[in-house]
T-cell receptor, first 110, second 115 residues
Framework: GDSVTQMEGPVTLSEEAFLTINCTYT??????LFWYVQYPGEGLQLLLK?????DKGSNKGFEATYRKETTSFHLEKGSVQVSDSAVYFC?????????FGTGTSLTVIP | DAGVTQSPTHLIKTRGQQVTLRCSPK?????VSWYQQALGQGPQFIFQ???????QRGNFPDRFSGHQFPNYSSELNVNALLLGDSALYLC??????????????FGEGSRLTVL
């Protein structure tokens, strides 16, 4: 069935470090791909998305490229800040249903 | 502009009991989806309501049921609670036309503990 596999956490980085959180997917058809973020004490919110192969989603300095050949949608940021500490979820929608990964907790230390 | 609100925030039940969780969608939204998030897991889709009808359902037993009211608010009911039903229950609202484009707005969830 359709699914998302996400990099295990937790991840701890120093401020200004480079971030990569890996995400791969399995899906029939042509899914849309998303990254959601959950800041402490808040609900999940959409961070970025890509709807077709080779699309790049970007927001708040984060980027992810829809790679159909490797079925991946890795999240990257060149220089993380303490305020980026949160849980990040990769997700896809196909067949009108959302599938989420297990989440990766990121802590950025000053 | 109020976002998605859920109640109660926390509750404790015993096995075999029934529970009702409530959700008010973001202003202007007409579609409500419910998700179950077990500890250390990602949200799992339970079902979606639009125009007061269940439109889509995930792989959950009939013990899980719901309702949507004319004002678009929604309830999630779980009967005959099991220990494994302990989880964070998330409500997400959206506009029907954007429900599958990622434009979901999530509440903070209701934390259910079954003893």
């Amino acid at each position: 069935g359709d699914s998302v596999t996400q990099m295990e956490g937790p991840v701890t980085l120093s401020e200004e470090a480079f971030l990569t959180i890996n995400c791969t997917y399995t899906a029939t058809g042509y899914p849309s791909l998303f990254w959601y973020v959950q800041y402490p004490g808040e609900g999940l919110q959409l961070l970025l998305k890509a709807t077709k192969a080779d699309d790049k989603g970007s927001n708040k300095g984060f980027e992810a490229t829809y790679r159909k050949e490797t079925t991946s949608f890795h999240l990257e940021k060149g220089s993380v800040q303490v305020s980026d500490s949160a849980v990040y979820f990769c997700a896809l929608v196909t067949g009108n249903q959302f599938y989420f990964g297990t989440g990766t907790s990121l802590t950025v230390i000053p | 502009d109020a976002g998605v609100t859920q109640s109660p925030t926390h509750l404790i039940k015993t096995r075999g009991q029934q529970v009702t969780l409530r959700c008010s969608p973001k202003s202007g939204h007409d579609t409500v989806s419910w998700y179950q998030q077990a500890l250390g897991q990602g949200p799992q889709f339970i079902f979606q309501y639009y125009e007061e009808e269940e439109r889509q359902r995930g792989n959950f037993p009939d013990r899980f049921s719901g309702h949507q009211f004319p004002n678009y608010s929604s309830e999630l009911n779980v009967n005959a609670l099991l220990l494994g039903d302990s989880a964070l229950y998330l409500c997400a609202s959206s506009l029907r036309g954007t429900a599958y484009t990622g434009e979901l707005f999530f509440g903070e969830g209701s934390r259910l503990t079954v003893l």
